[in-house]
């Protein structure tokens, strides 16, 4: 099931997140600051979170239990999809297609035509994963990731065109 997260799924929002990154950004960040710094500065993201506009996430559950979640920043045209994160254990299950459906829908319905995110190019599952739901390899930014320079893909998304997404 997807809905909006509420103030409620903070914590799990927030233990999904650090887990996702412990997974996946083992080759950008040290073992030392995924151990031990992540966790709090994971808290302190979320902690400032309103789950209200200008942010906009939503939730992925079964069984009661959150799978993935997304959010999107709609303070800038084109909005950006900030975060889309499914627990490791879940991965190629379609839930982050459901939760990228969700999330363009529900931008194209508050009338914004585009929307984009970064993916870094290290990150080349999550790349396939962006391109073959809609998204457009925009060229090469240069982003941070926790303070250290890390090269990216900039990925938009037509938003009023439903062919090739999903």
């Not at 909006?4 to 233990?15: G, N, P, S, V, W």
């Not at 627990?87 to 319905?109: E, Y």
């Amino acid at each position: 099931m997807i809905r909006l997260a509420t103030a409620a799924d903070r914590e799990a929002i927030c233990a999904l997140h650090l887990a996702s990154w412990q997974d996946s950004y083992g080759g950008e960040l040290p073992p030392a600051y995924l151990r031990d710094v992540l966790p709090d500065a994971m808290a302190k993201k979320w902690a400032t979170r309103s789950f209200a506009a200008p942010e906009m996430t939503f939730v992925a559950e079964e069984e009661g239990r959150l799978v993935g979640f997304v959010c999107a920043l709609t303070d800038r045209d084109p909005p950006l999809i900030d975060n889309l994160h499914v627990r490791p254990d879940q991965r190629g299950q379609g839930t982050g297609g459901a939760l990228m459906s969700a999330v363009k829908d529900a931008l194209a319905a508050d009338g914004f035509d585009h929307a984009y995110l970064t993916v870094l190019e290290s990150n080349s599952r999550a790349l396939a994963f962006y391109l073959a739901r809609g998204g457009r390899d925009e060229g090469t930014v240069d982003d941070f990731l926790v303070d250290q320079p890390v090269k990216a893909r900039r990925i938009g998304f037509d938003l009023q065109t439903r062919a090739g997404m999903g």
